[in-house]
């Protein structure tokens, strides 16, 4: 990787480690408050926190491993790499003891976005998660 792209990816997920930490501090004051209306920001801002760290991930995995094919399963597979160090090129940067839950989160996020589109449900993939 050239030393521009290197800089680029640093900034990216500076900005993105930025949004992380806005994303959890709403979550929770929102979550102190503790009405219907409030719960429902929470689950906004936790379900944005989960968003900015998959782009991260991506963006990791594409400036070092080239490409992670975007169809499919293709949050698991990428929460599955990052689990894995590459030797001489990146260390493992995502817990196996998390993985379970990024499974859980990227599937519930996959079915929401199927029905609002109204496609169909991955319950199937929520329940093997």
Request: hydrophobic letters at 40%.
């Amino acid at each position: 990787m050239d030393r521009l792209a290197l800089a680029t990816l640093r900034q990216e997920i500076r900005d993105d480690c930025r949004i992380f930490r806005e994303a959890a501090a709403d979550a929770a004051a929102h979550l102190e408050q503790g009405t219907h209306g409030r719960l429902q920001a929470t689950a906004f801002e936790l379900a944005r926190g989960y968003n900015v760290f998959e782009q991260m991930v991506w963006r990791i995995a594409r400036q070092f491993e080239n490409n992670i094919d975007r169809t499919g399963e293709w949050h698991e597979r990428l929460l599955r790499r990052m689990t894995l160090e590459v030797p001489g090129v990146r260390p493992a940067l995502i817990s196996t003891d998390l993985k379970p839950l990024g499974k859980r989160i990227a599937a519930q996020q996959e079915d929401s976005g199927a029905q609002r589109s109204g496609g169909g449900s991955n319950m199937g993939d929520t329940e093997r998660a």
